[in-house]
């Protein structure tokens, strides 16, 4: 399991434990590591490309470059249906985190598959209650 925080490492330039996911694509790439997310993933991923093209640290066609990069990765998405959202919603509100975060703690707790995140706030909220990994410890 692996949220948007760990995949844009993978396509934006120097990012703190770039090299951690990167580790984790090429396991993946090779089939060591099987990886799943939410499908709101691409749209976070995608938002943190809008954002660096805004910051000037990468031009929108490198954007877009790297969201057809991103597409062949072969990530196994998973559509949340509205009874799976009022569960998403328990946990965002247990743990004060926003839906789209709680959204890859239920996906990783329904499929039993442990979140390897770069979120550190995100990390310090779920560590008690979810099976979560910090890319720095990748």
């Given at each position: ?12 330039p120097?990012?703190?434990?770039q090299?951690?996911?990167?580790k984790?694509r ?13 499908t709101?993933?691409t749209?976070?991923?995608?938002n943190?490309?809008?954002r660096a ?22 990530i ?11 569960q ?14 709680a959204?890859y ?6 499929i039993?598959?442990q ?22 410890d990748?």
């Amino acid at each position: 399991m692996v949220d948007a925080s760990v995949v844009a490492k993978w396509v934006l330039p120097v990012e703190t434990c770039q090299e951690n996911a990167l580790k984790l694509r090429n396991d993946h790439a090779s089939g060591m590591a099987e990886l799943f997310a939410p499908t709101i993933l691409t749209a976070e991923v995608a938002n943190a490309l809008w954002r660096a093209v805004k910051l000037k640290r990468l031009t929108e066609e490198d954007a877009q470059e790297a969201l057809k990069t991103l597409g062949d990765t072969k990530i196994t998405l998973y559509e949340l249906d509205w009874s799976q959202i009022s569960q998403v919603l328990k946990i965002a509100c247990m743990l004060d985190s926003a839906i789209y975060d709680a959204a890859y703690l239920f996906l990783s707790d329904k499929i039993e598959a442990q979140l390897v995140t770069s979120d550190t706030k995100l990390y310090e909220k779920a560590k008690e209650h979810f099976h979560v990994l910090h890319i720095k410890d990748y």
